[in-house]
């Protein structure tokens, strides 16, 4: 398993669009098994990084948002982990305001796991933002999550704030700026 997500980016394109990526769709059903469902996601991540944009959302955008609210925890931990490449290959397209609204809801999501999957991938998410995501959706985010000092997230929050504080260094406002060098 671990070697055909390693090997896709070397496939031919065509194989992964015909057999590889139709397979795994079938796999991400809600009716299928977790594993099968993670195994999903996983090809969905690594696919991202192959095919443009236009037919990541033709082929794929729908479904990936739909494993981000599984009723897995499991399943949601793994999609979250795979946003990153999918924000990267979406570019400035409309549906990454849809990702970084599943993003924010995987932050808040009630199982600790996949709050620390999201918060693990916070500055990953940042940089491949435009500003306006930035200061309405990341910089608030960042600061609540601060605000509510989860025992659990703490840790994550502390290693992760010196690398937000630089790249958001031009989107923050004074406010904020005093409220993360207290943190």
Not at 70 to 90: F, G, I, N
Not at 107 to 119: G, K, Q
Not at 135 to 147: A, G, N, Q, S, Y
Request: negative net charge.
């Amino acid at each position: 398993a671990d070697l055909l997500i390693t090997i896709i980016r070397f496939l031919p394109l065509d194989v992964v669009e015909n057999d590889i990526l139709p397979e795994a769709l079938i796999d991400g059903g809600l009716a299928q098994p977790v594993p099968f469902r993670i195994w999903c996601c996983r090809v969905l991540g690594a696919v991202s990084l192959r095919l443009d944009p236009k037919k990541i959302e033709k082929l794929f955008f729908k479904r990936a948002m739909t494993l981000c609210q599984d009723t897995d925890y499991e399943v949601r931990r793994c999609m979250c982990l795979q946003l990153p490449s999918l924000a990267k290959s979406l570019g400035s397209l409309p549906s990454r305001h849809e990702l970084l609204e599943e993003f924010r809801e995987l932050l808040m999501d009630d199982e600790d796991t996949v709050r620390e999957a999201a918060l693990s991938n916070f500055v990953l998410m940042l940089q491949r933002s435009d500003i306006e995501s930035r200061t309405k959706i990341l910089i608030p985010l960042f600061r609540r999550l601060c605000e509510e000092r989860a025992e659990k997230l703490y840790p994550l929050l502390a290693k992760e704030v010196g690398t937000f504080l630089w790249e958001t260094r031009g989107q923050l406002s004074d406010a904020d700026l005093v409220f993360f060098l207290g943190f």
